[in-house]
């Protein structure tokens, strides 16, 4: 039955639909401009190219699925076959496999052509970057700068990679440059850079202590000065507040002084003391006493924020002490916690021309040698850059690799904020194991947003060949849903009616995920599509000979229960929740970037797909079996 | 029976589909083969009707005279100003425009919606290809290109963090501008877009030195020349075509070519300056030759900028009288008036300190040089 439905396509001439869809791709990524062809034109090519593909096999699905068998039965074909051993779920499941089949042969000549159109354009690309490199090396601002444009037009654009994720980091620390002595258990936090030490008051008695007649919480740290600056008072934020607060030290509430003051600004003598007196929650807010948090706040925290820039200081176990008002003190046993500013999931790293400055240290545990490849390997880096500085100000980062051994390299870049930026590694200097990243951002008042997971090694990925058939792959699978769709459809509705259906159906699992997003638009359109596949089910479903009265009855009845239903277990959950996101079996952009597909991911769309087909198998079959024809 | 053993019927539903993709393929040959004389010699001549048109070839040859040939018809040799061009290379576009017939709106609107949501989030990849394929579909609106383009050279050059890119960009810009330009030769808003991207974005913006030594790099002239020539090229449309632009009043408009020369003046005026500097530099560090050659390039910089200041104190004058009879703020006549002024006073001054200037005494006569700042 498959190779039936398959010979019927092909006796359709439906391969004449193979040349214009290899013309269109040509056309349709010509036409379209890039802003930077030496990194965007080979994605977009391989986007282009995959995307008509994945309208064809839509077109096959939608139109030619949906064409098969109805024709078979107006042509009363079908009856010769229903009447030989041949079950009426092997029909379906041969038309289903057919239209497989048929889908990826017309797929495979078309990636035949947009894979020959792509080589094609990689090597005009390849002389365009080697073009490029002459041209802009000296505008460059520094020789890493040019890594990327010189891996293309040495090696050309079709370079698969697939990532290594970061193990751990970002910690961010502070740079206080070699010639200063290291002071075991200390945390240093740097002025001006949103830092914060925390000390923890689990345990203290300071509700008891401040009740009693209030206390005052004594602060000794190290504070190192600015390089060539004279020693002067260095203005601090001190904040007591509940254990997982986040400081907002720009929160206009925190200045209102008729709110209770859960923090004071003060200056800290360059001996590193302060003196801050501490208050109930209900005291009448004064300047420079902190008022504790309520008492169902839980357990406090101290926070203290420096704001001078280049200044450091350091804290260790032992430098925050209560007193009360008889003398007692109460010495908080716990060394501080330093910690960085984030902004939602970014850090933050504040950056600054000279030492000291802040650095972020991400660590790579044992990247194994073997899975390097013969390509290149960079460290990619998602910077989400805020421009403090002013925008004539051309900002400058530092990356540092350590190996295992301890052997440094450092180098100078320019980061880039609206798109990835990559560093390349030195095959010599590093071919697998640990790896230690630290990421400075040389550009005073300026900051660089890290995200956790932007961080990542790109490392070879293996023959484009390979990645781009797994991408046609999952289009293949992509159409045999949609063709099973188009088949079941078409075992209890015509033609017409079938495209409609198979429409109807490509639509809604493409748009699933958005609809979602607007509960009560999408709940009304589906009430009322459900509302009306119902009625048209009813009438279908019903029996001729029934009286028209009877008939609209039933389907009313059936209507008003299935909205009921509808309503009853939320829509959302009933109709838009089970129905597969088929357009995840598509390949996303990032496979068109060069990311390499893993082979767990195919096997996930590979088992999405086969479970989706059998279920429109299973129902192709329920509802064929209902036709007279089949009976 | 087998089903490949079909009847008369299997075989009349396959000639019926052989016979619909015939249609389909001739209706796409005939269109694609009708658009270009259909828009070339009916769309058009029609469209330029209704916007009042009506001179004849040879008064329009004159007024093309105006422009120049080659400034005139952009990059297409075209002898007829206010005729958009089309060629060969717009025809899948037009094509397009119109096989989709009345989808076409809702596929633009999709277009310009999805291409919001894409800057929204700052995903700039595809941008330009949205804004070309908006344009390709609605290419008559000069407000369509001025749009993007603001886009392209404001709001998503800023976003990028090298200056490099952020030049491209406003490349993008430009060029995109001077499609819409070949498209729309009567609009003076794209004519004063294109005036604005070079003069205000490229030469005055915060990042400005290295965008003017891109753009001369690029063009070979400063972009406040070049945007002069588009402000200029604005003011001549809108005299001959009663266009005139949304955004600024006429006079403001008209003006901003005479701005255009005045900071191309105080250009020319910077680097002057900067030279004569460099050759004292050398003097002192005793690079004679050097400073001697660098004495020579000043002075040759110095006679532009005086031949600048003249000619902008010469723009502000006819600004000037140009309004003089008309119904225009006091004020702003007394604005072009000064600034016709000051741009004289400029050159004179300029004028005597080249008649003063040697080799010898440029040390004692620098100290009197006040280095401008575009403002």
């Known amino acids: 039955m498959a190779l039936i439905t398959f010979r019927q396509g092909i006796r359709m001439r439906l391969w004449v639909l193979v040349l214009p869809a290899v013309a269109l791709l040509v056309l349709g990524d010509l036409s379209a401009p890039r802003f930077d062809p030496v990194f965007e034109a080979v994605p977009a090519a391989i986007g282009t190219s995959l995307l008509v593909m994945a309208v064809l096999a839509a077109i096959l699905g939608i139109f030619f699925a949906t064409y098969s068998l109805p024709a078979e039965l107006e042509s009363k074909v079908a009856f010769s076959v229903v009447t030989k051993p041949v079950s009426a779920a092997e029909i379906v499941a041969g038309k289903v496999l057919g239209m497989s089949l048929l889908v990826l042969a017309m797929l495979a000549l078309v990636a035949i052509g947009g894979y020959a159109y792509i080589v094609v354009r990689a090597s005009t690309i390849q002389s365009l970057a080697a073009e490029r490199l002459g041209e802009v090396t000296h505008r460059a601002a520094f020789p890493a700068d040019l890594n990327a444009i010189e891996a293309i037009a040495r090696r050309g654009p079709l370079q698969p990679y697939r990532y290594f994720t970061v193990s751990s980091g970002p910690d961010i620390f502070v740079d206080r440059g070699p010639d200063k002595a290291a002071a075991p258990g200390t945390q240093w936090i740097l002025g001006e850079t949103g830092m914060r030490l925390v000390w923890s008051l689990e345990g203290s008695p300071v509700r008891q202590w401040v009740s009693a007649g209030g206390a005052r919480l004594r602060l000794r740290v190290v504070v190192e000065p600015p390089p060539d600056a004279p020693a002067s008072p260095t203005p601090v934020f001190v904040a007591v507040l509940p254990r997982g607060t986040e400081l907002h030290m720009n929160d206009p509430s925190m200045e209102d002084p008729r709110s209770p003051m859960g923090h004071v600004r003060c200056d800290l003598a360059p001996s590193g003391e302060a003196w801050i007196p501490l208050a109930p929650p209900d005291a009448p807010p004064t300047q420079g006493v902190i008022n504790l948090p309520p008492e169902a706040a839980g357990d406090l925290d101290i926070a203290l924020v420096a704001f001078k820039a280049g200044c450091v200081l350091g804290a260790k176990a032992g430098s925050a002490t209560l007193v009360n008002a008889s003398g007692q003190s109460y010495v908080i046993p716990m060394a501080p916690v330093a910690g960085s500013a984030k902004d939602r999931r970014r850090v933050m790293l504040a950056g600054r021309s000279t030492l000291p400055r802040q650095v972020a240290e991400f660590r790579f545990d044992d990247v194994p040698a073997g899975d390097l490849g013969e390509g290149d390997t960079g460290l990619e880096i998602g910077f989400s850059l805020d421009a403090w500085a002013p925008p004539s100000v051309q900002a400058a980062a530092e990356i540092t690799f350590t190996r295992s051994d301890g052997r440094q390299q450092s180098l100078l870049f320019s980061p880039e904020a609206r798109r990835s930026t990559v560093v390349y590694l030195d095959r010599d200097f590093w071919h697998g194991g640990p790896l230690d990243v630290r990421l400075a951002c040389l550009t005073s008042d300026d900051h660089m947003g890290l995200l956790p997971e932007s961080v990542r090694l790109r490392m070879d990925g293996g023959p484009f060949l390979l990645n781009y058939a797994k991408s046609v792959l999952r289009v293949w699978l992509f159409g045999t849903v949609l063709a099973a769709a188009g088949v079941a459809a078409s075992t209890r509705v015509s033609w017409f009616v079938g495209i409609l259906v198979a429409a109807f159906f490509l639509l809604l699992a493409a748009g699933r995920d958005w609809l979602m997003q607007f509960p009560s638009f999408a709940e009304t359109l589906f009430l009322l599509l459900t509302v009306f596949l119902v009625i048209a089910m009813g009438y279908f479903l019903t029996r001729k000979r029934l009286r028209w009265g009877q008939r609209l009855i039933r389907v009313a009845g059936v209507a008003v229960l299935c909205f009921l239903l509808s309503w009853l277990f939320a829509l959302r959950l009933t109709v838009l929740h089970p129905l597969p996101e088929i357009t995840w079996l598509l390949p996303g952009d990032t496979a068109s970037a060069g990311q390499v597909i893993s082979f767990g991911e195919m096997g996930l769309a590979f088992a999405l797909a086969v479970v989706c087909s059998t279920v429109l198998v299973v129902f192709g079959t329920w509802l064929f079996k209902g036709r007279e024809v089949a009976a | ?375």
Not at chain 2, 206 to 217: F, H, T, V
Not at chain 2, 273 to 298: P, V
């Open chain 2, 1 to 375: 029976m087998s089903l490949h053993h079909a009847g008369p019927d299997a075989t009349h539903s396959r000639s019926e589909w052989r016979t619909v993709l015939l249609y389909i393929v001739g209706l796409a040959i005939l269109v694609s083969a009708g658009v270009y004389p259909l828009r070339r010699y009916v769309v058009e001549p029609r469209r330029e009707a209704l916007m009042g048109h009506h001179e004849d070839p040879a008064r329009r040859l004159s007024e093309a005279s105006q422009f120049g040939f080659d400034t005139a018809a952009g990059s297409s040799v075209r002898l007829v100003p206010g005729a958009p061009t089309l060629e060969l290379e717009d025809l899948p576009g037009e094509a397009l425009t119109l096989i989709l017939g009345g989808f076409r709106g809702p596929y633009v609107v999709w277009l310009w919606m999805s291409a919001e949501e894409q800057k929204q989030h700052k995903i700039h990849l595809d941008l330009l290809s949205w804004y070309t394929k908006i344009a390709t579909l609605q290419s008559d609106y000069p407000q369509v290109w001025v749009f993007n383009a603001w886009n392209l050279g404001w709001n998503v050059s800023v976003q990028w963090q090298s200056q490099e890119q952020k030049y491209q960009w406003i490349r993008r810009a430009a060029d995109y501008l001077k499609e819409g330009y070949r498209k729309n030769p009567h609009s003076t808003e794209i004519m004063e877009e294109l005036g604005r991207i070079y003069s205000e974005k490229l030469g005055r913006a915060q990042e400005a030195p290295y965008y003017r030594q891109r753009a001369k790099e690029d063009e070979g002239r400063s972009p406040f020349l070049i945007a002069y020539e588009w402000y200029d090229r604005s003011r001549k449309a809108s005299a001959l075509y009663g266009t005139s632009s949304h955004s600024l009043s006429r006079p403001v408009a008209y003006s901003m070519a005479c701005h255009c020369l005045t900071y191309y003046a105080t250009e020319l005026t910077q680097q002057m300056y900067d030279t004569f500097r460099a050759s004292l530099d050398s003097r002192k560090a005793g690079r004679e030759a050097d400073a001697r050659r660098e004495f020579q390039e000043g002075l040759r910089q110095l006679e532009q900028a005086i031949g600048a200041w003249d000619w902008a104190s010469r723009e502000w004058n006819v600004q000037a009288s140009r309004f003089e009879n008309e119904r225009i703020p006091a004020d702003l006549l007394e604005v072009y008036r000064r600034f016709h002024h000051e741009a004289g006073e400029e050159g004179k001054g300029l004028q005597t300190f080249r008649a003063q200037l040697t080799y010898e005494n440029l040390p004692e006569r620098f100290t009197q040089l006040k280095r401008p700042e575009i403002q």
